[in-house]
């Protein structure tokens, strides 16, 4: 019907109303924290590019983690920070690394929260790269004998799932066929299925000293001019094994969560990135937005474009603000 008759804002003219009509709900449960963890007692080192978050050791990340899993979060995703790194990642490997110590006492002291590990070696490779190297290039074959050893190093240890991020073609059905041949053939994989080369990584490549050393990430990374290619990715992803199918960033690709969301059954996650992140807080620090209303909106829109899981370092605010109403 038309004007007069037809008035939208009847809708909107009260809170109640327009909580009534919502078409997109945003939940704590749909969160995953991610976290970074270093060795050490009592660390909690402030990352300059993204304010408010730290570099833990364990002891401090188990508490960071059960305050997550009381705001209603129920995952975490760790990222590692070693000691020393070397041009395989070797420390990556290690069943007694970082990660798979940090996996061992999350189990044990907050149980119930489920802790998913990323398996990629750019964290652990003194290049910085997220493959093996050799004369320049990036060796893909060779980098899937290396993921399969993280990734059974973390299911060893106790992870809930693991995620590859490295876009290394048939990793995903690589460390499968890893996990099923050792007894983990009921572990999930969350792939980073649809990863695209971004600027927005930077925060983060600082939070893990993993910048490349030389050259840059596009050369595996996808290029973000292509949507079609990320559908071929994620396919491939789906052939392999993959569980649930990711994309990263979320922003500025909610076309590609949708266009995997309108194809796929599986569920859907999406990467908040650093940059994300980083540019929020920086707008809000400088007076330019609201940082709530920036950060729930920014939520919303990826949950919107068909995201079931959205990975932020927003968490644990986020959940805060849900709960409050």
Not at 49 to 59: A, C, H, L, T
Not at 289 to 296: G, S, V
Request: hydrophobic share 40%.
């Amino acid at each position: 019907m038309p004007f007069p008759s037809e008035r939208l804002r009847r809708l909107r003219t009260t809170e109640p109303i327009r909580r009534m009509v919502r078409e997109t709900s945003l939940n704590p449960a749909d969160l995953i924290y991610p976290l970074f963890v270093r060795s050490g007692q009592g660390r909690q080192d402030p990352i300059a590019s993204m304010p408010g978050q730290y570099r833990r050791s364990i002891d401090l990340l188990i508490k960071e983690a059960a305050e997550a899993q009381q705001l209603g979060i129920p995952a975490v995703i760790l990222f590692g920070i070693p000691d020393s790194k070397d041009e395989r990642g070797t420390s990556g490997l290690d069943p007694n690394g970082i990660v798979p110590q940090a996996v061992r006492a999350l189990k044990d002291q907050v149980p119930g929260l489920l802790v998913i590990t990323d398996v990629c070696i750019d964290e652990y490779t003194s290049h910085g790269h997220c493959g093996i190297v050799r004369e320049g290039k990036i060796l893909n074959d060779e980098t899937l004998d290396c993921l399969q050893t993280m990734a059974l190093a973390h299911a060893q240890a106790g992870a809930d799932m693991v995620a590859p991020s490295d876009m290394m073609d048939g990793r995903v059905g690589a460390i499968r066929e890893a996990l099923d041949r050792a007894g983990f053939e009921d572990l999930p994989i969350m792939a980073y299925s649809a990863k695209y080369a971004s600027c927005l990584y930077a925060p983060f490549r600082e939070a893990a000293d993993s910048s490349p050393s030389f050259g840059d990430r596009q050369s595996y990374q996808m290029d973000p001019a292509n949507h079609r290619e990320a559908m071929r990715e994620l396919q491939l992803d789906v052939a392999e094994g993959a569980d649930i199918l990711m994309v990263k960033p979320a922003l500025p690709y909610l076309d590609i969560i949708a266009a995997a969301r309108a194809t796929y059954p599986h569920p859907i996650a999406a990467y908040q990135v650093s940059g994300e992140y980083s540019m929020i807080k920086a707008a809000a620090q400088a007076g330019w937005l609201d940082e709530a209303r920036a950060m729930l909106e920014s939520l919303v829109s990826i949950k919107r474009a068909g995201a079931d899981l959205i990975l932020t370092y927003f968490a644990k605010d986020a959940a805060r603000r849900l709960l409050a109403g």
